[in-house]
Each structure stands twice: as C-alpha cells, then as structure tokens.
C-alpha cells in the first residue's frame, strides 16, 4: 500500500471511487474534474494504491491560514477495515499541521463517529449546517 500527498491522479479515478464509496452514479470529468477542483481549491489531498489502483483518497479544503477541512474521505470496500483511512486521515493532519493550519474540521455521519472520534483522534464539536438551493425549506 503506498499512501502519497498530492500525488497525481485522473478525474475518472477518483470519480470511479467516489461512486463505489457513496453508492452514487460514475459522474463524468465535465461534472466533476477532481483534478481541476482539488488544484483550484485545496491544500492537498492524500491518496493511497494498491497495485497502481486508486482504493483511497482524502481532499483538505483550507482557507489559506489556520483552519483546514477533511473532506470525500473514501476507502474502497475492497480495503477497509486494513488502516487505509487511519493513514489517510494522519497524513492529511501532518500535512495541514506542516502548512501552519492550527485546526483541521471533519464532519461525518453518525455511523462513522467512532472512527473519527477514536481511530482518528479528533474530539466533538458542535457545528451547525443549512442546506441551500431548491431543497431548501424555510424555517
């Protein structure tokens, strides 16, 4: 297994990943061009392959200072439970840590909670969300 920082990658990888780690349709590059995105806007991202394929990938959003973002962790199935996404996660941290950030924010489902909070290291906290655009309800 080797884990790499922003080594490079195509756009249909990561998309072929995102689908198999989400349940989600194999978006297209001109939906969504990884590659473009993740030079455009973040700090870097860690990946990890097997035998050449990509089973692994973690993007760190930042805001070009001191807060830092964990964001489309994805595992293959094929792989978890083997310490990919514990090596991705410590890699994305010493990254944001080396490039000064002070925090590094992670959101996650309830069902990942121990992974984050226990393998991971992070601690909880409190954070709001407002879902925007037509799906949207007032209130």
Do not use: K
């Amino acid at each position: 297994m080797e884990i790499a920082w922003r080594a490079p990658f195509r756009s249909s990888e990561v998309n072929a990943l995102h689908a198999e780690c989400f349940e989600t349709r194999v978006y297209s590059e001109d939906e969504w061009d990884w590659s473009r995105l993740c030079e455009r806007h973040s700090l870097g991202w860690a990946s990890a392959r097997t035998g050449g394929v990509l089973v692994g990938f973690a993007n760190v959003l930042w805001d070009g200072f001191t807060h830092a973002w964990l964001q489309d962790v994805m595992v293959s199935p094929a792989v978890r439970r083997s310490g990919v996404g514990t090596r991705l996660v410590r890699m994305a941290r010493e990254q944001a840590d080396a490039a000064g950030c002070e925090w590094l924010h992670v959101d996650f489902e309830e069902h990942l909670r121990p992974f984050y909070l226990g393998a991971c290291g992070f601690s909880p906290a409190e954070a709001g969300l407002i879902r925007l655009g037509s799906a949207a309800t007032p209130g």
